[in-house]
């Protein structure tokens, strides 16, 4: 390791420190463990959620996909970004006027079923841990290839330290580690764009001329296929990528840590903004690596393609600008993980002891405690299966969760919101059903990645992600859930929050019984919590009346 390399990690891990201890002043009440009190701006959250969400599979892995591939390796690059618009028009207010703390709120807002929560805490836990999982997997195997460290001290190291941020700091100490994060990302890939732009003289058409004729792909390289063969695999893959996103418990939670709905509005498109900018940048990288690197260098050098990044730096800027992207690597991994323990945690202390196993009789300090120690307990379980998977595929991974994220929270989430019919039933039919089936497929398929399944010897069912039979399997079965057993009441509660879905909730009353400024809406809202039903509900009597 060289002196700057050491300088750099070592900027990194103190700095990230420092803003736990601070955060762990700031941090007195489960609302500052779990949403960092609502405080934050729209700037500072969507920042946040940039960091949250590109990882160091994105930074690393993507660029050198595009540099293996050309544009197969960009329609990575595409989905992550169309993602958001998902995220942004459909998700992102309404889960922030329902939602308290989890996703889980957000439904049960609607269904206020114990055993519907508990499913809901249990799938956010498992889709977090396995998150962690692959997350540290490539955090063992990149400092490994970066640093040398040993790949157990690697994945060890980057456990204790998320663990340290979340019980400390809780979402107020990640919150600011990823933004610091997504700062440190965007700027120095930008920087190491610029030294391209600047050698090949601004001649963006000269670079994709070189890069068509310098790979075995020749012309090829800039079309279609090269990667996704088949079209139904790059649909599948499309499918789980642009609506997983909208599942994933660690980004749905960060809607829930601002004020109100328009600033979980404004987040989500500075996220947009900052995540398309990124992308966009990653093309760049993987296309000039290919013209200062040379294709078959990165090929021998990594044939993962993990290491085109730092090789690129070196190139250009020598061991220290390499250092310099080695140590952002570094605090993506940091900021990533981190969000998802804060998410997983969340779940447990409040979803599964709060309202499960204590029926909402906790006090604030006892679900702090419990919340910590889940903190401990999936980080210790995450390291403990990275450290048995190290030669698991972790992109095989992330596919299988943005499927289960896909195929088992999104459709149950858009349903909640949009869809009266819904019934309780049909919701939790949809979330077995999103979650078995995944994993089902993984069972039956040798693509799957996982070492067990490798030797297979033909694979049952054949493209290499399950989101394209899922993703329509979970929406089919809450639909037939809800039509065979349809419920009045399930549908006058989606009635009863239909104003503060779309309003938001009512304020409080004015102190002193002056004036109260009123957004747009929130005067109905108001009228509406205080008579406890809309015009044109059916009234009480007529609850257990079937339509």
Known sequence: MSVSTFLF?????????????????????????????????????????????????????????IAFYGFDGFLYAIGFLA???????????????????T????????????????????????????????????????????????????????????????????????????????????????????IILARIEWDLAALLAYASRATPWGEAFLNPRNLFARPLDLLSFSLALVLGTAGLP???????????????????????LVVGSFYLMTALLGIGAV????????????????LTV?????????????????????????????????AASSSFAHDVYGHVLRRGAVSD?????????????????????????????????????????????????????YWRPLTARGATWCLLAGTLAPIAFVVLSSRSGYPVFRD????????????LFTVPLSFAVAYIGSRLFPSLADANRYTRILAQLHLGPAPPPAPNGAARPERYGQSEVAETRQNGMLKGEPSAGDEGKQP
Request: proline content about 3%; charged content about 10%; hydrophobic content about 60%.
């Open 9 to 65: 990690f070592l900027a990194i891990v103190v700095g990230t420190l420092l803003i736990t201890y601070w955060a762990a002043k700031q941090t007195a009440s489960t609302r500052d463990y779990y949403t960092a009190g609502g405080q934050l701006t729209g700037l500072q959250n969507g920042l946040a959620i940039a960091g949250d969400y590109i990882s160091a599979a994105s930074f690393l892995g993507i660029t050198g996909t």
């Open 83 to 101: 993602s958001y618009l998902v995220l942004l028009l459909l998700v992102a207010e309404p889960v922030r006027n329902l939602g308290t703390f």
């Open 103 to 194: 996703l889980a709120d957000v439904v049960c807002a609607r269904f206020p079923l114990l055993s519907l929560r508990l499913l809901l805490g249990l799938s956010t836990v498992f889709i977090s841990i396995l998150y962690m999982v692959a997350q540290l997997v490539a955090a063992g195997l990149l400092l490994n290839l970066l640093l040398g460290a040993p790949y157990s001290a690697s994945v060890l190291a980057v456990g204790l330290l998320m663990t340290l941020y979340v019980v400390f700091g809780g979402m107020m100490a990640t919150s600011w580690v990823q933004i610091v994060k997504a700062v440190l990302l965007v700027t120095g890939t930008a920087m190491v764009c610029l």
């Open 250 to 272: 660690h980004i749905l939670v960060r809607c829930l840590t601002v004020r109100d709905a328009p600033t979980a509005r404004r987040s989500v498109l500075t996220a947009t």
């Open 291 to 306: 013209r200062f690197v040379g294709w078959n260098a990165l090929k021998d050098a990594d044939p993962t393609g993990n």
């Open 310 to 342: 730092p090789l690129l730096a070196q190139v250009l800027g020598g061991d220290f600008l390499m250092a310099f992207v080695a140590a952002i690597a570094f605090a993506t991994i940091l900021a990533v993980v981190c969000g998802v323990v804060i």
């Open 365 to 417: 300090a006892a679900q702090m405690r419990v919340a910590r120690g889940a903190a401990v307990g999936v980080a210790f379980i995450a390291i403990l299966l990275a450290l048995q998977f190290r030669d698991a595929n972790a992109a095989g991974l992330v596919a299988l969760i943005f499927s289960l994220a896909a195929s088992a929270h999104f459709p149950v989430l858009v349903l909640t919101l």
């Open 456 to 467: 297979a010897a033909a694979p049952l069912l054949s493209p290499t992600n399950p989101a």
